[in-house]
């Protein structure tokens, strides 16, 4: 079993920066990928970005490009979403998920094929 807990969430204003993290813990620690999702009150969730855990390749999606970054700690067993410029469309419940198994580069963005999940974390960000 896998706990994932994230953190860092808060009120911010229009083109203000957020760090989210997400601390792993319970079993050795071995996911093939980590991940970002949003989910904004009446959406569905939708993904921001991937990491790969061993080598740290990346994925956005389009709308993070260039504003957000993912990294990870793997000594930590910790990872972070890096939020600049934000916008008010930003505004969404944040939760992370690992992905225990390899999967094709579109996969990383499929929310069913993550094994489990954080709690999330709310990011809101004001006009």
């Known amino acids: 079993q896998v706990q994932l807990v994230e953190s860092g969430g808060g009120l911010v204003q229009a083109g203000g920066s957020l760090r989210l993290s997400c601390a792993a813990s319970g079993r050795t620690f071995s996911s093939y990928a980590m991940g970002w999702f949003r989910q904004a009150p009446g959406k569905e969730r939708e993904f921001v970005a991937a990491i790969t855990w061993r080598v740290g390749s990346t994925y956005y999606a389009d709308g993070a490009k260039g504003r957000f970054t993912i990294s990870r700690d793997n000594a930590k067993n910790t990872l972070y979403l890096q939020m600049n410029s934000l916008k008010p469309e930003d505004t969404a419940v944040y939760y992370c998920?690992?992905?225990?198994?390899?999967?094709?580069?579109?996969?990383?963005?499929?929310?069913?094929?993550?094994?489990?999940w954080g709690q999330g974390t709310q990011v809101t960000v004001s006009s």
């Open positions: 998920a690992a992905k225990l198994y390899v999967t094709t580069p579109q996969g990383m963005a499929a929310s069913q094929l993550y094994d489990y």
